[in-house]
């Protein structure tokens, strides 16, 4: 199943020899695909709030910042460990969005005239926390009425800045991209130290699952994005449990977010691979597999009432960087509905495999099946999160 969107192996190759981005996109058929949006004229604001592991975390130096997450030079010299919430942590602060992430929807959302407004945050920290910090900041901004496109974990932060009477009011439009609205499974894989995610930065970091897992297991907004039953202790194999008194406090997070109204949009990827339940079994978790969701999220934790839901074939990562995505968000913005992406739900197929924390060895296949890359081509993708290369388009 192709987890690039069309050009991108392409973009791949060239920056691999030329280490431009910005100026390698501009001379791409990816460019082509943006001519049919309209012309620039100002139209206000939009302001994006990432996902989950979606903005770089910087450690405060005395001339400037050093990125940790995502900089592949600070994680390979062993950095990784900094990123764990323990008392003995640097503090680390949210600077900018990860650059390519979301390289395709600035540009489309620029082209069609809106100031990309990006609102990065800490993922590791709890939601509710999140939540409130983002609150005040739209309480602040000047204007009367805000649009937000939010991706994973930031609508769930939305939903929580709706608590704020003042920030409610302001809202006008909230498009979500792939929101883990009643949770996500794949956290657990991640933790266990078997996720695709993991493995292969473990293999790109030359460190092992285990290490990168213990790191992830402090991260209570990572474990509040899963759903209420994975917070019972119980249920954990001990060796990879988390702390108890994390996974206490996140089983009342997502039940008790406020709901949504006809402000919001939600945008769902489908037909991908996805965990859509969990059970411990022989001491390890088996995980229950269907195309019923994103590859991250499933489509019955998506879905949430009475928010119309547009549906699109492409990968949860990738739905901010699929530029039919970026084209229905311009739509939603402007005239609040778009024909570009399926507003009919797919056909449920069900659970399809299972698989064991013990199955999930050989990452070159795994990775080839989930995303068609082999290992040599996802190295190749390192330069294009390097920190900052795309300053321009994001306006930094």
């Known amino acids: 199943m192709p987890f690039l969107f069309p050009g991108l192996k392409e973009l791949v190759t060239q920056t691999a020899a030329r280490n431009n981005v910005l100026e390698i996109f501009l001379e791409s058929p990816l460019r082509r695909r943006l001519e049919n949006v309209p012309a620039p004229g100002f139209r206000g604001p939009v302001f994006l709030v990432p996902g989950i592991f979606g903005s770089e975390l910087a450690r405060r130096r005395l001339l400037g910042h050093h990125v940790i997450w995502f900089n592949p030079a600070a994680l390979d010299q062993g950095e990784i460990g900094h990123l764990a919430l323990r008392p003995s942590s640097p503090e680390l602060e949210p600077r900018a969005p990860i650059p390519f992430a979301y390289l395709i929807l600035s540009v489309w959302l620029k082209l069609a005239g809106y100031r990309v407004e990006f609102l990065p945050f800490d993922w590791r920290r709890d939601i509710n ?186 990968n949860h990562p990738l739905l901010a960087a699929n530029p039919e995505v970026a084209g229905a968000v311009v739509d939603l913005l402007q005239d609040g509905a778009t024909t570009r992406l399926e507003s009919r739900p797919p056909t449920r197929r069900g659970i399809t495999q299972t698989v064991r924390d013990s199955g999930l060895t050989n990452l070159e296949s795994d990775l080839r099946e989930a995303t068609g890359l082999t290992l040599q081509q996802a190295r190749n993708l390192l330069p294009l999160w390097t920190p900052s290369p795309l300053a321009a388009v994001f306006g930094r």
């Open 129 to 314: 926390q999140l939540g409130a910090e983002l609150a005040g900041k739209l309480e602040t901004a000047p204007q009367s009425q805000i649009d937000l496109v939010t991706h994973s974990m930031g609508s769930l932060l939305v939903r929580a800045a709706l608590r704020n009477p003042g920030v409610n009011r302001k809202i006008r439009r909230v498009i979500m991209l792939g929101p883990p609205n009643r949770g996500a499974f794949i956290p657990a894989q991640a933790i266990r130290g078997t996720s695709i995610f993991v493995r292969l930065l473990a293999n790109l970091l030359a460190e092992s699952p285990g290490a990168i897992a213990a790191v992830l297991r402090t991260f209570p907004g990572l474990i509040q994005m899963m759903p209420p039953e994975m917070h019972d202790p119980a249920i954990w194999p001990a060796e990879t449990r988390p702390d108890p008194e994390i996974l206490n406090r996140a089983k009342e997070v997502l039940p008790n977010l406020p709901g949504i109204d006809d402000r919001f949009v939600i945008i769902s990827g489908m037909q991908q691979e996805t965990i859509v339940g969990v059970r411990r079994v022989d001491g390890e978790f088996e995980y229950d597999l269907s195309p019923d969701g994103d590859g991250q999220v499933p489509l019955d934790s998506v879905e949430l009432e009475p928010a119309p839901v547009f549906y699109v074939r492409e």
